[in-house]
C-alpha cells in the first residue's frame, strides 16, 4: 500500500486569499485524486489530477477554483482560490497504483476561512 | 452510474456486542466494494475490499463484511466490538476497473462501555 503525506494538515485562511496543499506519496502511482470533505458529510470526488496533462474535473468543480498540478507521478497540489467561508472543509488526497482499483487516502488538509 | 445508501447514519453498541453496518449499492456494471474507515481528526484506512473473488472478504481488525449480488447489500460486521472502533464508517462503490468512488453518507459507531 502507498503511503501518502500531506501539507499543511490544517490551515485557518482570511476570505479572499488562496492556498495550495500539496500530496505527496512515497512511490510512484498512477492515478491520484482530490476530495472535499464539508463539515459533517461524505467526501465527494473533486478531480483527478492527470501527470503532465490538464485535471479532469466533476460536474460542480472548475479549473479556475480549483487548480492542480501533477508534475510527476508521486507529487500533485491542490490550490483553493479566492476562498470564502463555505470553502471550509476537509481536503484529502488519495493515490491508486496501476495493478490496484484500491485507493489510499492521505490525511487530510483541514480547512478554515473566516 | 453507481451509488450506495448506508442504511443508518449512526450505531451504538457496547463493547463486546456485535457491530452490523448496513450498505446497499446499485451498480450497472460488476462493482468493487470497500468498506473506509475514519476515525476523529485522522484520515481514511481501507478496511476491506470486495472484487468479484470470494464473496466473503475479511478485512483488518476483525471486521468482515459479505457481498450478496441478490440483495445488492454489501453489510460490515464485527462480532465483538471494541473501544477503538469508534469512528465513521464508509461504505464505498466502483465500477470495475474505473477509478472514480462513490462514497456513502456514513455511519457514525459510539461504543458504549
Known amino acids: 500500500s502507498a503511503v501518502i503525506s500531506q501539507k499543511p494538515s490544517r490551515d485557518i485562511c482570511q476570505r479572499g486569499t488562496s492556498l495550495t496543499i500539496q500530496c505527496q506519496v512515497d512511490?510512484?502511482?498512477?492515478?491520484m485524486f482530490w476530495y472535499r470533505q464539508q463539515p459533517g458529510q461524505s467526501l465527494t470526488l473533486i478531480a483527478t489530477?492527470?501527470?503532465?496533462?490538464?485535471?479532469?474535473?466533476e460536474s460542480g468543480f472548475v479549473i479556475d477554483k480549483f487548480p492542480i498540478s501533477r508534475p510527476n507521478l508521486t507529487f500533485s497540489t491542490l490550490t483553493v482560490s479566492n476562498m470564502s467561508p463555505e470553502d471550509s472543509s476537509i481536503y484529502l488526497c488519495?493515490?491508486?497504483?496501476?495493478?490496484?482499483?484500491?485507493?489510499?487516502f492521505g490525511p487530510g488538509t483541514r480547512l478554515t476561512v473566516l | 452510474a453507481q451509488s450506495v445508501t448506508q442504511l443508518d447514519s449512526h450505531v451504538s453498541v457496547s463493547e463486546g456486542t456485535p457491530v452490523l453496518l448496513r450498505c446497499n449499492y446499485s451498480?450497472?456494471?460488476?462493482?468493487?466494494l470497500f468498506w473506509y474507515v475514519q476515525h476523529p481528526n485522522k484520515g481514511l484506512q481501507l478496511l476491506l475490499k470486495?472484487?468479484?473473488?470470494?464473496?466473503l472478504v475479511k478485512g483488518i481488525n476483525g471486521f468482515e463484511a459479505e457481498f450478496k449480488k441478490s440483495e445488492t447489500s454489501f453489510h460490515l460486521t464485527k462480532p465483538s466490538a471494541h473501544m477503538s472502533d469508534a469512528a465513521e464508517y464508509f461504505c464505498?462503490?466502483?465500477?470495475?476497473?474505473?477509478?472514480?468512488?462513490?462514497f456513502g453518507a456514513g455511519t457514525t459507531v459510539t461504543v458504549r462501555a
Open positions: 451498480s450497472s456494471y460488476s462493482p468493487s
Open positions: 512511490s510512484q502511482v498512477t492515478m
Open positions: 489530477a492527470n501527470q503532465g496533462s490538464e485535471a479532469t474535473y
Open positions: 470486495y472484487t468479484s473473488a470470494a464473496t
Open positions: 464505498v462503490v466502483s465500477a470495475f476497473n474505473d477509478y472514480k468512488l462513490s
Open positions: 488519495s493515490a491508486a497504483g496501476a495493478s490496484t482499483d484500491t485507493q489510499y
